[in-house]
């Protein structure tokens, strides 16, 4: 530990060096934290979420080809990975897949991006 010498003899951790504030994340936390990250890890998945995001309904499979210049194929694995892994929530009306965000995945991804500031 670094610490500095105060004038009446006492010693405190500098800042560089200080305790962290928030409790470390558990092993858990930190296994589904890199699932989510894995699973947004592609430009396109990206692009998928934030279309979702954008939209007050779900949206059909079709639509994300011309969106994403990406192949039926391509897209389809993309929105299964994204529905893999708890993003989105996908519902078959005939011959149709429709994809929306989760609600629980809007939580999650919130989370992530709640950063606060450091102090010095």
């Not at 610490?3 to 296994?31: H, Q, Y």
């Not at 979420?49 to 897209?75: D, H, I, M, S």
């Not at 389809?76 to 893999?84: I, Y």
Request: proline fraction near 6%; charge should be negative.
């Amino acid at each position: 530990m670094c610490v500095d010498m105060k004038g009446d003899g006492t010693l405190r951790p500098i800042a560089c060096c200080a305790p962290l504030a928030d409790p470390a994340l558990s092993d858990d936390d930190a296994e589904a934290t890199a699932d989510l990250f894995r699973a947004l890890g592609d430009p396109a998945r990206v692009k998928i979420v934030n279309v979702l995001a954008r939209q007050g309904e779900p949206v059909c499979a079709c639509e994300f080809e011309p969106t994403l210049g990406l192949a039926q194929p391509t897209v389809s694995h993309h929105l299964k990975r994204l529905t893999q892994a708890g993003l989105l929530e996908r519902q078959q009306r005939g011959r149709w897949a429709y994809y929306s965000l989760s609600g629980e995945a809007l939580e999650r991804l919130s989370a992530l991006v709640e950063l606060t500031e450091v102090k010095a």
